[in-house]
């Protein structure tokens, strides 16, 4: 069974930085492609940022991409959100997940939310102003 386990929010001022770490267990980590979304209050979830399976390929959600970065050690089985310069507009539980992708291509990433198949319970992020 395959379990996601989320860390490393919290609570930030504007323009800090937080790391969340996704760490993946009971499937081969690096058959997944990974991605992480996020729920805001009364919001619906929304794709966030994506990283292929030999994470040579990232693709992030446009008022991220500058800001925040995705990356994975394939060798500890753990998936990163490096996330800088917050703004209170990412306060946010965010949910790491993984995407069976063994017979796809090493590059490919996914950005729909039905794409994937495990999820994580999600890490709370604030960020106050």
């Known amino acids: 069974q395959v379990q996601l386990v989320e860390s490393g929010g919290g609570l930030a001022q504007a323009g800090a930085s937080l790391s969340l770490s996704c760490a993946v267990s009971?499937?081969?980590?690096?058959?997944?492609?990974m991605g992480w979304f996020r729920q805001a209050l009364g919001k619906e979830r929304e794709f966030v940022a994506a990283?292929?399976?030999?994470?040579?390929?990232?693709y992030y959600l446009d008022s991220v991409r500058g800001r925040f970065a995705i990356s994975r050690d394939n060798a500890k089985n753990t998936l990163y959100l490096q996330m800088n310069s917050l703004k209170p507009e990412d306060t946010a539980v965010y949910y790491c997940?993984?995407?069976?992708?063994?017979?796809?291509?090493?590059?490919?990433?996914?950005?729909?939310?039905?794409?994937?198949?495990?999820w994580g319970l999600g890490t709370q992020v604030t960020v106050s102003s």
């Open positions: 990283i292929s399976r030999n994470a040579g390929v990232t």
């Open positions: 997940a993984a995407k069976s992708a063994a017979t796809y291509g090493h590059t490919y990433f996914f950005i729909q939310e039905n794409d994937y198949d495990h």
């Open positions: 009971g499937g081969t980590f690096g058959t997944y492609a």
